[in-house]
Nanobody
Framework: QVQLVESGGGSVQAGGSLRLSCVASGKIDRSYCMGWFRQDGGKEREGVAVVDSDGATTYADSVKGRFTISKDGAKNTLYLQMNNLEPEDTAMYYC??????????????????????WGKGTLVTISS
């Protein structure tokens, strides 16, 4: 099994920054695709960014140029640096892992359909 624990959420004003972290433990393989997702209330869960085992990244159009996904293999930790935050970024943010490549994940109709393991989420609230 794989365990994912997110942290770093909070409340900030529009234009501010936050850095989310996700610590992975258990039978996590470095070949896994890792990613961040978000869901605001009853809306559909949205893929935010993913990073593959070779470091290749893919971002949702809505966050390109503002968010950066990265990982520290030695610490088994995934990060999401979020800058220039907007009220529309308000959501619960989830870390996820997939035992397939990110290229396969993002080729699907919805990125979340390709993920195998999920954290419990960390809440991000952006005020205008």
């Amino acid at each position: 099994q794989v365990q994912l624990v997110e942290s770093g959420g909070g409340s900030v004003q529009a234009g501010g920054s936050l850095r989310l972290s996700c610590v992975a433990s258990g039978k996590i393989d470095r070949s896994y695709c890792m990613g961040w997702f978000r869901q605001d209330g009853g809306k559909e869960r949205e893929g935010v960014a993913v990073v593959d085992s070779d470091g290749a990244t893919t971002y949702a159009d809505s966050v390109k140029g503002r968010f950066t996904i990265s990982k520290d293999g030695a610490k088994n930790t995934l990060y999401l640096q979020m800058n220039n935050l907007e009220p529309e970024d308000t959501a619960m943010y989830y870390c996820a892992a997939a035992a397939i490549s990110c290229s396969t994940v993002v080729a699907g109709r919805r990125w979340d359909y390709g993920m195998d393991y999920w954290g419990k989420g960390t809440l991000v609230t952006i005020s205008s």
